[in-house]
């Protein structure tokens, strides 16, 4: 891939910022890992013009912009208030897991990293939204948890909006 343009990559910088207060989260304090992952989003908005996660792998980037789950802010930050990538965390740099259900990754990685403001964020945390990641997280990594806990996770989840 060509060198990124430099008005790409100050977009994506701004984003970030922007997000992150909208969000009630801080841009990783770790400038390393803040700016690896916002060169990845840049890359990605200048090969795909949308920007994908860089932290995922994907058979088909095309594809995975079409579904939009994986746009940043993806559905994962905006239900649950957690980025994988560690873009959005706390101003420890940790990743928010309060609103994962135990057997998240996430969960099971960081353990409780409370939500240190929960009146900002999570603007997609309906029960339905949470239901339907939650099934597909289940199902990509082979997980076998039953449907009626992530119905009850997913009502008490969106409750603590």
Same mark, same amino acid.
């Given at each position: 891939m060509s060198e990124i343009k430099p008005e790409i990559l100050e977009k994506m910088i701004n984003f970030a910022k922007n997000f992150a207060e909208k969000s009630g989260t801080v841009p990783n304090p770790n400038e390393e890992v803040r700016m690896a992952v916002i060169q990845g989003l840049a890359a990605h908005v200048q090969e795909l013009g949308k920007p994908?996660?860089?932290?995922?792998? =994907?058979?088909?980037?095309?594809?995975?912009v079409k579904k939009r789950r994986w746009i940043c802010?993806?559905?994962?930050?905006?239900?649950?208030k957690y980025c994988h990538c560690l873009l959005f965390t706390t101003?420890?740099?940790?990743?928010?897991?309060? =609103?994962l259900p135990e057997w998240h990754e996430g969960r099971q990685i960081y353990g409780l990293v409370k939500d240190p403001t929960p009146d900002k964020g999570r603007a997609l945390s309906k029960v339905e939204n949470i239901i339907e990641n939650l099934k597909e997280y289940v199902k990509e990594h082979g997980l076998d948890i039953p449907e009626e806990e992530i119905v009850k996770f997913a009502q008490e989840t969106a409750k603590k909006k």
């Open positions: 994908l996660c860089p932290c995922n792998f =994907y058979p088909n980037k095309e594809e995975e802010a993806c559905d994962e930050m905006q239900i649950f101003q420890e740099g940790l990743p928010i897991t309060e =609103y």
